[in-house]
């Protein structure tokens, strides 16, 4: 209900675009004049059965107003059951009629070809109409589901002023027996789109590009990552074996020193150490056997086997053996198949993956090409955050994200200078930016990073900005615990206890989505509340890769085919 002065345009736009926008039943919503009987008028038209229509449990029957302020509207609604609601939250863009259709199409590099005109639009619109001069005015949206484009005024328009795009491509239709060219932009292409609503041009940074490698090579399955013991074994397997081993002699020197206690030293220490060790080539790294990669994850025997059997099949860790040389004694890794060629199942025809299971050869590990990129920028923090903060904010894929990607820099137009550089940036559905600096050690975030992230995150508008690392949150130091900026902007931090979050479990009560974590989520009544918090992520990692391994979805197709 929309209460007007009967000299403000204003609220008789409201009442249409009310309308226009949502499928209210007919003759609502209504348009009342301000006078001696509206209080009388509301009441009636309250209390009428042509106004009692229900979402959900309760009967949302609301007043607003452009020209009359909400207190003097709650004096008039006074005594009845009725909501006064800002009219700010209700007036917004109407985007045109919507037809659902189930249809399928194919994109091939974001173009695909349709109907101007679907069988579900000529059901829903009429023949009749379609087929006539009338409707040569149409225009198309073609939204595509769960991939609804953020707004953007760059998207808004092509070069030449046309329709471009507005949550999906905008094109002319108008003939019955036509078809359209739709086209559906990548997500770099969006996000790069966002920054020159910005006037600010963004591009992929080299960490960022070696981590989306890595995520697309584990095939979107980021939950294999999200276990402290594969964090551990990543780094065994893409160290030399004499840097390992010079870094924790230096991570013991610090923790016992006074001279080189802060960060910002300790940062100069490490670096300067990697610059001195270098890139290990490919054939220094280390690989290890069944029971050495068992040891380093820390799970039983099928965990380990299921994790390496998905990691091989994804590229992500090579399979191989040890090759001894009988004349120099040299050992080396070499690939299997330089060794053992493809064997072919005499019954099937189709090439046997792992002929003796995992354990029968003495199989020898090594890291892939992808994951010793991937782990020379450190760049497990950002895809373990984008992990979580996707899980937590659209885990039923309601479409609350748009996208997300794990190394942004940003230039000035026609400039070749990096001004602004994020590790993780997370695209919402409103186009909002969430940015973050993403350590692999607590002690690795100074103040001074902090209002560097929050100074580049003024450029692009964020709302919310975020520290992640895979340090446990109890031995977090200050800088990690805050949660606003200093201009009172919200911010967050995200620990091992959020990354390694397998279950992702939603806030519990007030609680805020990413509020700060000491120690790994658990429900105090569960079998698991006596273990340790090593041991119950080590369960939960276990009964998560077994899980995968059994058929979900037997008891349910074939009953009768399943044992009680």
Same mark, same amino acid.
């Given at each position: 209900?929309?209460?007007?002065?009967?000299?403000?345009? /204003?609220?008789?736009?409201?009442?249409?675009?009310?309308?226009?926008?949502?499928?209210?039943?007919?003759?609502?919503?209504?348009?009342?004049?301000?006078?001696?009987?509206?209080?009388?008028?509301?009441?009636?038209?309250?209390?009428?059965?042509?106004?009692?229509?229900?979402?959900?449990?309760?009967?949302?029957?609301?007043?607003?107003?452009?020209?009359?302020?909400?207190?003097?509207?709650?004096?008039?609604?006074?005594?009845?059951?009725?909501?006064?609601?800002?009219?700010?939250?209700?007036?917004?863009?109407?985007?045109?009629?919507?037809?659902?259709?189930?249809?399928?199409?194919?994109? @091939?590099?974001?173009?695909?070809?349709?109907? +101007?005109?679907?069988?579900?639009?000529?059901?829903?619109?009429?023949?009749?109409?379609?087929?006539?001069?009338?409707?040569?005015?149409?225009?198309?949206?073609?939204?595509?589901?769960?991939?609804?484009?953020?707004?953007?005024?760059?998207?808004?328009?092509?070069?030449?002023?046309?329709?471009?795009?507005?949550?999906?491509?905008?094109?002319?239709?108008?003939?019955?027996?036509?078809?359209?060219?739709?086209?559906?932009?990548?997500?770099?292409?969006?996000?790069?789109?966002?920054?020159?609503?910005?006037?600010?041009?963004?591009?992929?940074?080299?960490?960022?590009?070696?981590?989306?490698?890595?995520?697309?090579? $584990?095939?979107?399955?980021?939950?294999?990552? $999200?276990?402290?013991?594969?964090?551990?074994?990543?780094?065994?397997?893409?160290?030399?074996?004499?840097?390992? #081993?010079?870094?924790?002699?230096?991570?013991?020197?610090? @923790?016992?020193?006074?001279?080189?206690?802060?960060?910002?030293?300790?940062?100069?220490?490490?670096?300067?150490?990697?610059?001195?060790?270098?890139?290990? =080539?490919?054939?220094?790294?280390?690989?290890?056997?069944?029971?050495?990669?068992?040891? =380093?994850?820390?799970?039983?025997?099928?965990?380990?086997?299921?994790?390496?059997?998905?990691?091989?099949?994804?590229?992500?860790?090579?399979?191989?053996?040890?090759?001894?040389?009988?004349? +120099?004694?040299?050992?080396?890794?070499?690939?299997?198949?330089?060794?053992?060629?493809?064997?072919? +199942?005499?019954?099937?025809?189709?090439?046997? /993956?792992?002929?003796?299971?995992?354990?029968?050869?003495?199989?020898?590990?090594?890291?892939?090409?992808?994951?010793?990129?991937?782990?020379?920028?450190?760049?497990?923090?950002?895809?373990?955050?984008?992990?979580?903060?996707?899980?937590?904010?659209?885990?039923?894929?309601?479409?609350?994200?748009?996208?997300?990607?794990?190394?942004?820099? #940003? #230039?000035?137009?026609?400039?070749? #200078?990096? +001004?602004?550089?994020?590790?993780?940036?997370?695209?919402?559905?409103?186009?909002?930016?969430?940015?973050?600096?993403?350590?692999?050690?607590?002690?690795?975030?100074?103040?001074?990073?902090?209002?560097?992230?929050?100074? $580049?995150?003024?450029?692009?508008?964020?709302?919310?900005?975020?520290?992640?690392?895979?340090?446990?949150?109890?031995?977090? =130091?200050?800088?990690?615990?805050?949660?606003?900026?200093?201009?009172?902007?919200?911010?967050?931090?995200?620990?091992?206890?959020?990354?390694?979050?397998?279950?992702?479990?939603?806030?519990?009560?007030?609680?805020?989505?990413?509020?700060?974590?000491?120690?790994?989520?658990?429900?105090?009544?569960?079998?698991?509340?006596?273990?340790?918090?090593?041991?119950?992520?080590?369960?939960?990692?276990?009964?998560?890769?077994?899980?995968?391994?059994?058929?979900?979805?037997?008891?349910?197709?074939?009953?009768?085919?399943?044992?009680?």
């Amino acid at each position: 209900m929309v209460v007007y002065r009967p000299e403000r345009v /204003d609220d008789l736009s409201l009442t249409w675009n009310l309308r226009a926008r949502f499928a209210h039943p007919n003759k609502l919503p209504l348009c009342i004049p301000l006078n001696d009987t509206t209080r009388n008028d509301i009441k009636f038209l309250r209390d009428s059965l042509e106004a009692r229509h229900f979402f959900g449990f309760e009967d949302n029957f609301a007043v607003t107003s452009f020209s009359i302020p909400a207190d003097e509207l709650r004096s008039i609604c006074e005594g009845f059951n009725v909501d006064i609601v800002d009219p700010w939250e209700l007036f917004a863009e109407v985007y045109g009629g919507c037809v659902a259709s189930t249809e399928m199409v194919h994109f @091939e590099n974001g173009r695909a070809t349709i109907a +101007c005109f679907s069988p579900t639009d000529i059901e829903s619109l009429g023949q009749s109409y379609l087929g006539t001069s009338h409707a040569t005015w149409l225009t198309l949206t073609a939204t595509i589901a769960r991939r609804r484009l953020p707004p953007s005024k760059t998207m808004r328009r092509s070069r030449w002023g046309d329709p471009g795009y507005l949550h999906g491509d905008i094109v002319h239709v108008g003939k019955l027996d036509e078809f359209r060219t739709v086209r559906h932009p990548s997500g770099m292409e969006v996000l790069r789109a966002l920054s020159l609503d910005h006037s600010m041009v963004a591009r992929v940074s080299t960490p960022g590009k070696a981590a989306e490698n890595l995520m697309r090579a $584990a095939g979107g399955e980021l939950t294999m990552f $999200a276990y402290p013991g594969v964090t551990t074994l990543f780094n065994k397997l893409t160290r030399r074996g004499h840097s390992s #081993l010079v870094k924790r002699r230096l991570n013991q020197f610090l @923790e016992g020193s006074n001279i080189v206690a802060d960060s910002d030293k300790y940062d100069v220490l490490a670096s300067r150490l990697d610059e001195a060790l270098g890139t290990p =080539e490919i054939d220094e790294v280390a690989y290890l056997n069944f029971n050495a990669v068992a040891r =380093e994850l820390g799970i039983g025997v099928k965990p380990t086997a299921a994790w390496l059997d998905w990691a091989v099949i994804h590229r992500i860790v090579l399979r191989g053996i040890e090759a001894r040389c009988k004349n +120099c004694k040299h050992a080396q890794w070499r690939p299997l198949q330089d060794a053992i060629p493809d064997l072919i +199942c005499h019954g099937c025809g189709l090439v046997i /993956d792992t002929p003796f299971g995992s354990q029968k050869i003495d199989y020898q590990y090594r890291a892939s090409e992808v994951l010793l990129r991937a782990m020379e920028h450190d760049t497990l923090p950002s895809i373990l955050a984008i992990r979580h903060i996707v899980g937590m904010l659209d885990s039923s894929r309601s479409g609350a994200i748009f996208g997300a990607y794990p190394g942004v820099e #940003l #230039l000035e137009p026609n400039g070749k #200078l990096v +001004c602004a550089e994020f590790d993780t940036v997370v695209i919402l559905a409103s186009g909002k930016w969430v940015v973050g600096e993403c350590k692999t050690r607590q002690r690795g975030l100074t103040d001074s990073e902090l209002r560097k992230l929050w100074v $580049a995150a003024d450029r692009v508008g964020v709302p919310t900005t975020f520290a992640a690392t895979l340090d446990a949150g109890h031995i977090c =130091e200050e800088p990690w615990r805050r949660t606003m900026d200093d201009n009172g902007r919200p911010h967050f931090g995200l620990t091992a206890s959020h990354l390694y979050d397998l279950a992702q479990f939603p806030p519990l009560g007030n609680d805020d989505f990413f509020s700060w974590r000491d120690r790994v989520t658990r429900f105090p009544l569960l079998p698991d509340a006596e273990l340790t918090e090593e041991e119950f992520m080590a369960k939960g990692f276990e009964n998560y890769l077994l899980a995968r391994t059994v058929d979900s979805d037997h008891r349910t197709r074939a009953h009768w085919d399943v044992a009680d």
